[in-house]
Structures are given as structure tokens and as C-alpha cells.
């Protein structure tokens, strides 16, 4: 089971990749990092990025009808509490020359961690990205 650094250099495979961060989208704090940041500031782009997440995942505007799976979230539960999984699983955020792509990452312990991917827009493929971030997720191990 890969580890943070594994996951994001897997994650750097992927065409057009600029650069990939593990953030904590409650503190804006980054986990790890590799390949550039947007605007050249590693710390500054994760607190960018933590923003996004956040207004993302704390709005019910962008929760599915019925909640995560149809069963909603727990009463008083509140996204980035320990098993509350967000109730979005990526978000896109669209630039004439890149695209973001955040996924959320469900863990046990704390549910405000997403990975984000830089993909420049000519070279990389949004579609297979998602796919690739999804797997890599799905394999993540922390702690």
C-alpha cells in the first residue's frame, strides 16, 4: 500500500502533470508535494487550494439529492470529522491553460484531506486523470 510520497509521484506520471499536493483542506497545511505550484509558492497554493475545498465541501448546495450514497450525512456531523466522508469526490477547476482537479481522500481518522493535480491543458487528459487520482486514492494509505 503506497504512502503519501509514492502516491503523488504515481500521480506525476500522468500526461501533462505539473505538480500534485496532499493538503489538509481544514488547516490549508500541505502533507507533501511534487512538481511545481501554481504561482511558485508551495504554501500558498495549498491554502488556496484548502479554500476551494472547503467552500466545496461545507456548502449542501453541492451535496448530492439525499446526501453521500442516499443516506446524508449524519445529523451534526460536519465534513472533516473522523468516518464523515465529504459530500463531493472531486472538484474541477477549469483555466484557458490547466486544469485542478482535487479529490477528496475518505480516511478513517479525519475526512479533510484532498489530493490536488496541476494538469496542463494541452498535454494532459482530464478524463484519464480522474480516473488515475480515484485509483490512486482508493490505494492511499496515512498515518
Not at 41 to 61: G, K, L, Q, T, Y
Request: glycine residues 12%.
Amino acid at each position: 500500500m503506497p504512502g503519501i510520497d509514492d502516491s503523488l509521484r504515481e500521480i506525476m506520471r500522468q500526461p501533462g502533470a505539473r505538480g500534485a499536493a496532499l493538503v489538509d483542506w481544514i488547516s490549508g497545511l500541505s502533507l507533501g508535494a511534487v512538481g511545481e505550484a501554481p504561482g511558485k509558492d508551495p504554501e500558498a497554493a495549498a491554502a488556496e487550494v484548502a479554500e476551494v475545498a472547503r467552500i466545496s465541501s461545507e456548502h449542501r448546495v453541492f451535496a448530492p439529492a439525499g446526501g453521500v450514497g442516499g443516506d446524508g450525512p449524519a445529523e451534526g456531523a460536519a465534513p472533516g470529522e473522523p468516518g464523515q466522508e465529504p459530500p463531493v469526490e472531486d472538484v474541477i477547476v477549469t483555466t484557458a491553460s490547466a486544469y485542478h482537479v482535487l479529490r477528496f481522500v475518505p480516511t478513517a481518522f479525519d475526512g479533510s484531506v484532498c489530493l490536488h493535480l496541476w494538469l496542463d491543458r494541452a498535454e494532459g487528459n482530464l478524463a484519464m486523470a480522474r480516473i488515475r487520482l480515484a485509483e490512486v486514492v482508493d490505494r492511499l494509505v496515512l498515518g
